[in-house]
């Protein structure tokens, strides 16, 4: 009677919960698109958290790590910023200096620039060199593209994605990139440091 009784109340319980939703996955990347030369040529417009509006070239002359991530991302995107506090602690007071970290979002209706905002002083970001930045639809599909990140939206609002960091010298040419987290880092703060040795005259067009 107990074992029956049991039986019906878990059978009851299972009915009044809604089955789980799509749970957050982190996507195998893309090859790059690196044929298509410098991301400069994109000529996207990114809006930062304090509402200005710039040119993704700016950051020409300057090496830069790249990625993309959204605001309510659950831990893959926490993690990517993680990822890059360490390559930029890994890297010589001089490369820290020039190098600056670019995030794009991948949901820039929902990313306003006050979420974007609050995402840089709750994660201590230097906002002289951490530009956590949103464009339109459009261009996030093209830095995608060429950055070899996938990212699929779900119907929860939840996006799976890929989580790498891609450099740009100071043409904005990619050079390096870790894919996924947790991976040895060794190399791309090499190749960052390699470019933040390079005469700042060598920036192609």
Same mark, same amino acid.
């Given at each position: 009677?107990?074992?029956? +009784?049991?039986?019906?109340?878990?059978? +009851?319980?299972?009915? =009044?919960?809604?089955?789980?939703?799509?749970?957050?996955?982190?996507?195998?990347?893309?090859?790059?698109?690196?044929?298509?030369?410098?991301?400069?040529?994109?000529?996207?417009?990114?809006?930062?958290?304090?509402?200005?509006?710039?040119?993704?070239?700016?950051?020409?002359?300057? $090496?830069?790590?790249?990625?993309?991530?959204?605001?309510?991302? $659950?831990?893959?995107?926490?993690?990517?910023?993680?990822? #890059?506090?360490?390559?930029?602690?890994?890297?010589?007071?001089?490369?820290?200096?020039?190098?600056?970290?670019?995030?794009?979002? +991948?949901? $820039?209706?929902?990313?306003?620039?006050?979420? +974007?905002?609050?995402?840089?002083?709750?994660?201590? #970001?230097?906002?002289?060199?951490?530009?956590?930045?949103?464009?339109?639809?459009?261009?996030?599909?093209?830095? =995608?593209?060429?950055?070899?990140?996938?990212?699929?939206?779900?119907?929860?609002?939840?996006?799976?994605?890929?989580?790498?960091?891609? #450099?740009?010298?100071?043409?904005?040419?990619?050079?390096?990139?870790?894919?996924?987290?947790?991976? $040895?880092?060794?190399?791309?703060?090499?190749?960052?440091?390699?470019?933040?040795?390079?005469?700042?005259?060598?920036?192609?067009?």
């Amino acid at each position: 009677m107990k074992t029956a +009784l049991l039986a019906l109340l878990v059978s +009851l319980s299972s009915l =009044a919960s809604p089955p789980p939703g799509p749970s957050h996955e982190t996507l195998p990347a893309a090859a790059p698109a690196t044929e298509s030369g410098s991301l400069y040529q994109l000529q996207a417009r990114l809006e930062g958290s304090d509402g200005k509006v710039l040119a993704l070239d700016a950051f020409r002359g300057q $090496p830069v790590l790249i990625s993309l991530f959204y605001g309510r991302c $659950p831990a893959a995107c926490p993690m990517l910023i993680a990822q #890059l506090k360490r390559i930029e602690k890994a890297l010589s007071p001089e490369a820290r200096a020039q190098t600056h970290v670019v995030l794009v979002s +991948l949901d $820039p209706q929902q990313d306003t620039r006050e979420i +974007l905002a609050g995402l840089t002083k709750a994660h201590r #970001l230097d906002a002289s060199r951490w530009h956590l930045v949103r464009t339109d639809e459009g261009k996030v599909q093209e830095l =995608a593209a060429v950055l070899g990140v996938r990212y699929r939206k779900l119907a929860s609002g939840m996006i799976n994605h890929s989580t790498v960091v891609t #450099l740009l010298d100071r043409g904005g040419n990619p050079v390096a990139r870790v894919d996924g987290l947790n991976q $040895p880092l060794e190399d791309i703060v090499a190749a960052t440091e390699a470019v933040a040795k390079q005469p700042v005259k060598s920036a192609r067009r």
